[in-house]
């Protein structure tokens, strides 16, 4: 089968995926209007491309707080990646390294910390992190993380307790009894209560910092008024994330609180995104109206599904090209300059 598009693969995760998993994947809290908005947003938003313009040259790549990347798609945390293929999260990490790109590995992976290290030692890897109520389970995964190079921190700031997702309550989702949450074995019984800690506040990330060196990105600002607490509490990075709309349903989607959080933090950190990305024409609005980055959260799982590391790359090499058409086909000479020029050729 030739895979022209992010949607083929959507098409065959869904076809060969036990119905149990895929529903894990695709859902979405509530009545699923969230994770449906944050694709149909792009929809309404257009370009207006220049003519005539010398595009046979073009640099896609970009920088991670200084580390350069070869395109901006990163691959977004998402836990489980043994539902999708057999060597999970050791496969995503080969595919990232293989692709130049960064990927953000979950609290919730099926594979250790040390697994995934291994799989692609000088790759570029982020941790992202829930905060449970046993604070030293959380404070010795920031630190194995860090021992083991992992170059940033990722807070996850929208679960404080998991969304109702309607699919996953009829399904009584488990884990299958082969996989584990490698990361967290033993430090609490999975299904007796909730684990995380619904406590966390802004003052936590004093906390965090006490612990280690590496940059804190929040994940999961949607507002104005947070993106100012996220600057003022010191923080490298924000990322524009509803958790692909399986939290709370009814809030904006993620292309639409970009532009907010954008203006609020006024290039005193980075800001990226995820939630809806499907094609390389929408990671170009992405970055035109103000993100260094976007992530991919389910598109990765798919191309997992599909063929493991060589179907993940594959999802990131047809992103990369359609990017790279886009850019051409709007008139754009240089990533450097993108967001600058290209606000002006976006109308809503």
């Known amino acids: 089968m030739t895979m022209v598009c992010v949607s083929d693969f959507e098409a065959y995760a869904k076809k060969y995926l036990p119905k149990i998993a895929w529903d894990y994947f695709a859902a979405g809290a509530d009545d699923c209007r969230t994770r449906d908005e944050n694709i149909l947003a792009y929809e309404r938003i257009r370009f207006r491309p220049r003519m005539l313009r010398d595009v046979s040259i073009m640099d896609i790549s970009t920088k991670l707080l200084g580390t350069e990347i070869s395109f901006p798609v990163g691959i977004a945390p998402t836990g489980f990646h043994q539902l999708a293929w057999p060597d999970g999260e050791k496969s ?17 992976s099926t594979c250790t910390l040390e697994e995934i290290s291994a799989a692609a030692p000088s790759g570029l890897r982020w941790f992202q992190l829930y905060i449970h109520r046993n604070r030293v389970v959380s404070q010795q995964l920031v630190q194995r993380a860090e021992a083991l190079g992992f170059q940033g921190l990722v807070l996850t700031a929208d679960l404080p307790y998991t969304g109702k997702r309607r699919d996953d309550v009829r399904n009584g989702f488990r884990l299958p009894p082969h996989m584990k949450l490698k990361n967290l074995e033993g430090a609490f019984e999975v299904g007796k209560m909730n684990p995380l800690d619904p406590s966390v506040t802004w003052n936590d990330i004093y906390w965090l910092r006490s612990l280690t060196r590496l940059p804190i990105i929040i994940k999961g600002i949607l507002t104005k008024e947070d993106a100012e607490l996220a600057v003022r509490h010191g923080v490298q990075g924000i990322i524009v994330s509803n958790h692909g709309g399986r939290q709370l349903d009814g809030g904006p989607a993620t292309i639409d609180a970009l532009v907010e959080v954008v203006e609020a933090v006024q290039g005193r950190l980075e800001v990226y995104m995820d939630g ?73």
């Open 276 to 348: 809806g990305i499907r094609k390389g024409s929408d990671v170009l609005k992405a970055l035109a109206l103000g993100a260094k980055c976007v992530f991919i959260g389910r598109p990765a799982l798919w191309g997992l599904a599909y063929k493991g590391e060589e179907g993940l790359q594959e999802v990131l090499r047809i992103l990369q090209d359609e990017f790279r058409l886009s850019m051409a086909l709007a008139g754009k000479l240089f990533a450097d300059y993108l967001q600058s020029v290209m606000q002006r050729f976006l109308c809503a």
């Open 92 to 108: 995503t990490a080969r595919a990232a390294k293989a692709m130049n790109t960064c990927y953000i590995a979950s609290t919730y």
